[in-house]
């Protein structure tokens, strides 16, 4: 890269917010060690979620009744759950026709400390997941915890005590459950280990480079064509 197109693409930066998507990275040492974009906390009385277009936080919904995530909730950056995320569910659970359900993958982090608050950057250690399938498409949760957190300093799932993975379980097989209505589309297939975890993490990212590949390419791209033109 040109000393001129290095220069501009700083004070870019310096100007310009990252969309938490597409332009947080999410490690140089990822999949064992990601960076994670937290929407929600278990202090919120209602659901955040990512604008996908602007990339701010948006309300999606108050929460209705008495569901409380229960650890930091978000996305890992520059994921997709598609085809491959899609696959990799239907080969492990022995499903058909199922689809990714065309989101960043979801990632709870569980810390002993007590964060208040969303829109930041975690960095998190994967150690599990939970297979859902959410009316007929892959809506993994990534399980993790907080790097360097010298409480939860679990290295894999086992080590997790059980009530902590009970009260993950209920908060997702019933936060989308209307009190009366017998009908719940969330189905968990499976709750696994690191080393499906980071497979899946895997898929997702190549889920994306599939789909977003190239962004900073073209953009890089399109920078050059600017510089050119204002010689």
Request: charged letters at 25%; one cysteine or more.
């Amino acid at each position: 890269m040109s000393e001129a197109l290095n220069d501009l693409w700083q004070k870019m930066g310096m100007r310009y917010q990252s969309h938490p998507w597409h332009g947080i990275y999410i490690g140089k040492n990822a999949p064992e060690t990601v960076m994670s974009f937290i929407e929600m906390t278990p202090h919120d009385s209602v659901k955040y979620e990512i604008d996908k277009q602007s990339g701010f936080l948006k309300v999606d919904r108050p929460q209705k009744f008495s569901n409380i995530v229960p650890a930091l909730y978000g996305f890992l950056p520059q994921t997709y759950c598609a085809e491959e995320v899609a696959d990799y569910c239907m080969l492990k659970s022995g499903r058909k026709g199922i689809i990714g359900d065309g989101d960043p993958l979801d990632i709870i982090v569980l810390t002993e400390r007590n964060i208040a608050h969303g829109n930041i950057i975690v960095p998190a250690v994967p150690i599990g997941g939970i297979r859902m399938i959410d009316d007929g498409e892959a809506d993994d949760k990534i399980i993790a915890v907080l790097k360097g957190d010298e409480t939860y300093n679990w290295k894999s799932l086992s080590d997790c005590p059980d009530s902590i993975i009970n009260r993950i379980r209920h908060y997702f097989l019933t936060y989308k459950t209307i009190p009366g209505e017998s009908l719940n589309r969330v189905e968990i297939a499976a709750i696994y280990g690191k080393d499906e975890a980071i497979e899946v993490i895997e898929r997702s990212r190549r889920d994306y480079d599939n789909h977003y590949g190239g962004i900073e390419t073209k953009m890089q791209q399109a920078t050059i064509d600017i510089i050119q033109r204002h010689k």
